[in-house]
């Protein structure tokens, strides 16, 4: 199949596919924020840099797109016809990279939740994203308060779990 741009289309229509303020993770911030839910962007450094990090509560948080992290959902698993190999290798070591990543993290002491572009589709999906990130504390505060004391030590925050999430 051949392309229906011209080289030099084609070249600024990928230009402007964007690596950062993306609609998914501006959805998710504002989530965020009208739950007043505080967060910092850039990746403070981390390895993957996260869209969005709350240092204090040791969260790393990935927005990533379906197509481009090949995800399971119907736009994920779409396969394009033009230049198929390059785009099934990219997307094999995306999804490689993100294993990676979130291992890193997790190894280092922080929490990875990673929020898909398909589950941010609805009108109830801020609520969906807020409600995981407190589910995601709530979990290590009980694993917390029964842990032994290695895995205290490896807790997200200095007093043994997350209390408190509802604000910053």
């Known amino acids: 199949m051949t392309d229906v741009f011209t080289p030099d289309q084609r070249s600024a229509v990928m230009r402007r596919v964007k690596g950062r303020d993306t609609g ?17 962007l850039g990746g403070c450094g ?23 992290h090949g995800h399971d959902c119907p736009r994920g698993s779409r396969r394009p016809k033009a230049n198929a190999g390059y785009w099934d290798a990219k997307r094999t070591r995306n999804r490689a990279r993100d294993v990676d990543v979130a291992r890193s993290l ?6 990875v939740v990673t929020i898909w572009e398909c589950e941010l589709k609805g009108a109830d ?37 997350v209390r408190g999430f509802e604000t910053k």
């Open 106 to 111: 997790a190894r280092d002491g922080w929490r």
């Open 24 to 40: 998914p993770e501006v959805t998710v911030r504002r989530a965020l924020r009208a739950a007043g839910i505080g967060y910092r």
């Open 125 to 161: 999906a801020g609520r969906r994203v807020v409600s995981a990130l407190r589910n995601q504390a709530a979990a290590v505060v009980s694993r917390a308060d029964s842990a032994s004391d290695s895995t205290c030590s490896s807790a997200p925050s200095r007093a043994g779990g």
């Open 46 to 68: 981390l390895p993957g840099r996260p869209d969005l990090v709350m240092k204090g509560r040791r969260v790393a948080v990935f927005v990533h797109g379906c197509f481009w």
